[in-house]
């Protein structure tokens, strides 16, 4: 049986995600934030073993323990095509506003089309969905949607950022808008949601 579990960290209240299989205890862990410490702590507590890191874009808030998971565990890290440069750039990760340049070292596994990959104990699809950065995803496993910064309860991500485009995360809305609509949405910031919700309340999905 699949599960859940999370962990919020840093100023910027990230949504870390764990999914994980309740009876191999194998995981996959997405944006794991700005406190790998925090991170790594519910890993223990909950006894995974990590098989994957997924970014589901390039920002530091979302990438910044990126490094610190992947040594721990000896894990993959995979992220969009179109985000890659966002890891080894301060400037587009925009992490220069910290005073304190954020650079990741490069990912293992780039993701460059919209595919379904298979785990140990799970499928997950890889929607593309940029707008929000260009090489924005989603991942979607079973009725799960992990959304990053795409959709948020009731919002969306903001374009003003390296790589939005208001455009092109309307146009991303549009293929969440036809997934099932008990699907669960697991944004990046903020709430749990689910897409029958934001059918009705989220004026970007009208």
């Known amino acids: 049986m699949i ?3 999370f962990v919020v960290s840093g100023e910027f209240q990230v949504n870390c995600y764990l ?3 309740d009876t191999s205890k ?3 862990i997405v944006d794991p934030g700005l406190d790998g410490k925090k991170v790594i702590d519910k890993i223990e507590k909950l006894n995974l073993s ?5 970014n589901t874009h390039g920002h530091f808030d979302h990438t910044f323990s990126d490094d610190i998971i992947r040594q721990k565990y000896n894990i993959p890290l995979a992220i969009h095509k179109k985000d ?3 890891l080894s750039d301060a400037n587009k990760n925009f992490s220069t506003i910290l005073g304190k340049p954020i650079i990741i070292n490069n990912a ?3 993701f460059d089309k919209e595919e379904t ?3 140990s104990f799970c499928k997950y699809s890889v929607i593309y969905t940029p707008g929000h950065s260009k090489g924005s995803i989603c991942i979607l496993i079973d009725d799960m949607l992990f959304a990053g910064d795409t959709i948020f309860k009731y919002s969306i991500g903001r374009t003003d950022l390296f790589g939005g485009d208001y455009n092109e995360i309307l146009l991303s809305l549009q293929k969440i808008k036809k997934l099932p609509q008990h699907t669960k949405i697991f944004p990046g910031h903020g709430p749990f949601t689910t897409l029958s ?3 009705n309340f989220n004026p970007y999905l009208k």
């Open 50 to 54: 990590p098989e994957l890191l997924i």
């Open 117 to 119: 990959k298979e785990i």
């Open 19 to 21: 999914i994980y299989d």
């Open 197 to 199: 919700d934001e059918l």
């Open 84 to 86: 890659t440069e966002m």
């Open 3 to 5: 599960k859940i579990d």
């Open 26 to 28: 194998k995981a996959i």
């Open 108 to 110: 293992d596994i780039i």
